[in-house]
């Protein structure tokens, strides 16, 4: 099968590259083949493999993973000595090429590290290829054999080829270790198909696609998006990459996305994607291919915001460690201000839909007791050990920095649009200029946000991000002719809870402050049923306490009747329990009504 060349750096094309050739060491046994060769190694080499992928602030351990480290040059093998849980030493020749073989398991079905069986191969770098001390700068080169027995498979990635077949196999060359680590890899029997957006190639993979999948839908709204989003930033400008990847693995149950530099790897249920035999209507789309719209919007706003322009702190990545930044609340806050917002400009949803997306974020955030203990710039610092980690307590001491800072965003544009200087997408285009698409810190925003919107914003920066004030939302809102109405709540939400039920009622989270945490109800209790004192009516015999075996929760009232209290029966830790629940006063939550009134919305950020 022939090949095809691209020009590459001299670098990139001599031995002083490094090179890594991955391959199939055994596809039912999940793993990996990998070879890298140093042409020019320290006489004390050390490697290590990255305990991180950016864009997902955790450590992951990813060297868990790596089995058989070997290394040799020539015929001689040399010494290995391991330093910490993902650094080694080699004792080298330094006038001799270094040869490091190895294998890593490969068995995680996301976006964030590694996946392979007899079906689809997909990988990241930072959990494959380990890292060159020394030479992290340096051109970097990645060959991909194909699997022998897979003859159908082919190979997708947006790393530059420099020798690939017509299948995708081949060499690929990197400037530098960041750079090649950034282009995940998708290996199988795939779906694609592409488009232009400003004039640029955008390609999208879809794995395990069912038979009613409609590709031609998702490739004419996903360049909508695309349009939109490079519009944004450039208007009839040309975007920052010269060709994209969207890579969307379909699966039975899941959702996610991480963003690369000129590619995104995606993960939905297939139910989510769009069928032939769907309306094609912006206001007939069902809930599930809108949130995987959005999830594509906001992975490619990624493509600005946070790729490139970024928090200073992640100028240059540091893959052994923790990386930590106080921006969150921005980078991902506010390109989640901006997916969901990107889709109505895009005419993919209308208002209403619109409006349900906003009110759900905004429920979210006011019915989680935590927003009133931790700022949103705390929760960015503290991503590594809590947002990542969820438990029972999560919802009573953090706050999402992506809900609450996409509402920080709500409340800086709808501020900057009443006061009629400027908005806040002026406020982003102005900050890409000012940073030349890099590095960023807090005191930028400050700054451009003074210049722009005329006047110091201190005090609001102080409330909203560094502080845990309640944010303005119901007056800036009706200012710009939305109606914010209060509704009745759930009975769970008004009873300050969050269960799973089926079979029984088991609960996951008791909320700070309700009648639940007073009552004495905790996470991990098994609801059995109600017992309650029914009226005594005149001239009778006080009636007997009753008891109900609960298995819904909404069938409470209907077991309380106009009672006020009730005894909750309870299992904890096999122990039956009896605990006093005074029954709440209805509970509201918000939903959101656009008016008609044209001059209240003319400044609206949907139009």
């Avoid at 912006?282 to 928090?311: C, M």
């Avoid at 759900?360 to 503290?382: C, E, Y």
Wanted: net charge neutral.
């Amino acid at each position: 099968m022939g090949t095809r060349q691209r020009k590459t750096s001299a670098a990139a094309d001599g031995i002083t590259a490094l090179h890594y050739t991955v391959s199939v060491a055994s596809l039912h046994g999940h793993r990996y083949a990998v070879q890298l060769t140093v042409p020019r190694p320290a006489a004390r080499q050390r490697v290590s493999l990255p305990v991180w992928i950016p864009g997902s602030y955790l450590v992951r351990e990813f060297a868990r993973h790596l089995q058989g480290l070997r290394a040799q040059q020539g015929r001689r093998a040399c010494a290995l000595e391991q330093l910490d849980k993902c650094s080694w030493d080699i004792e080298c020749d330094p006038g001799k090429p270094l040869v490091l073989r190895y294998e890593v398991y490969a068995f995680d079905n996301s976006v964030r590290t590694a996946w392979l069986d007899g079906q689809r191969g997909f990988f990241n770098g930072t959990g494959l290829l380990l890292c060159v001390h020394g030479q992290e700068a340096d051109a970097h080169a990645l060959t991909i054999e194909p699997p022998a027995d897979r003859p159908d498979w082919q190979l997708a990635t947006a790393m530059t080829p420099q020798a690939v077949d017509r299948r995708g196999f081949g060499r690929y060359v990197a400037a530098s270790y960041e750079e090649l680590v950034d282009h995940p890899v998708e290996l199988g029997t795939f779906w694609s198909g592409d488009f232009k957006a400003g004039g640029v190639t955008h390609r999208f993979v879809v794995a395990s696609a069912p038979a009613s999948f409609d590709g031609e839908r998702l490739l004419r709204d996903t360049q909508k998006i695309c349009e939109t989003a490079i519009r944004f930033w450039h208007g009839a400008g040309r975007p920052p990459h010269r060709h994209y990847l969207f890579m969307l693995n379909a699966v039975d149950e899941g959702y996610g996305g991480l963003e690369h530099r000129n590619s995104t790897a995606l993960i939905c249920a297939r139910r989510e994607l769009p069928r032939h035999d769907a309306p094609d209507s912006a206001a007939r789309v069902g809930d599930g291919y809108v949130t995987l719209l959005g999830l594509i919007s906001h992975e490619y706003f990624h493509t600005w915001n946070v790729k490139r322009l970024r928090p200073t702190e992640f100028e240059h990545y540091r893959y052994e460690c923790e990386n930590y930044t106080r921006l969150l609340w921005f980078f991902e806050g506010f390109t989640s201000y901006y997916d969901d917002l990107l889709l109505l400009r895009a005419g993919l949803i209308d208002d209403a839909a619109y409006l349900k997306l906003l009110n759900k974020h905004m429920n979210q955030v006011l019915q989680a007791p935590g927003r009133q203990r931790q700022s949103v710039a705390q929760a960015s610092f503290d991503a590594w050990v809590r947002y990542y980690r969820p438990d029972e307590n999560t919802a009573n001491s953090t706050i999402s920095y992506y809900t609450k800072g996409a509402l920080v965003a709500l409340c800086f544009d709808l501020t900057l649009r009443h006061e009629g200087r400027t908005t806040l997408d002026e406020l982003m285009r102005a900050l890409w200029r000012r940073c030349a698409g890099g590095p960023m810190q807090e005191s930028d925003f400050v700054a451009e946000l003074a210049e722009l919107g005329g006047r110091d914003f201190s005090a609001e920066l102080a409330a909203w991000v560094h502080g845990t004030d309640e944010l303005p939302l119901k007056p800036l809102l009706e200012a710009h002719g939305i109606v914010v109405l209060e509704e009745p709540s759930q009975l769970a939400q008004a009873l300050g809870l969050r269960v799973s039920e089926g079979p029984g009622i088991t609960i996951k989270v008791v909320l700070d402050g309700g009648p639940a945490a007073r009552a004495g109800l905790a996470a991990g209790d098994e609801w059995l049923g109600v017992e309650l004192t029914p009226p005594r009516r005149r001239g009778r015999p006080a009636p007997a306490p009753e008891a109900w075996r609960l298995t819904r929760l909404d069938d409470l009232p209907l077991y309380a009747g106009t009672a006020r209290s009730v005894t909750v029966l309870v299992a904890r830790d096999k122990r039956l329990l009896r605990l006093p629940l005074i029954l709440p006063a209805q509970a509201t939550t918000w939903r959101l009504l656009a008016r008609e009134a044209a001059d209240a919305r003319s400044t609206w950020p949907g139009r």
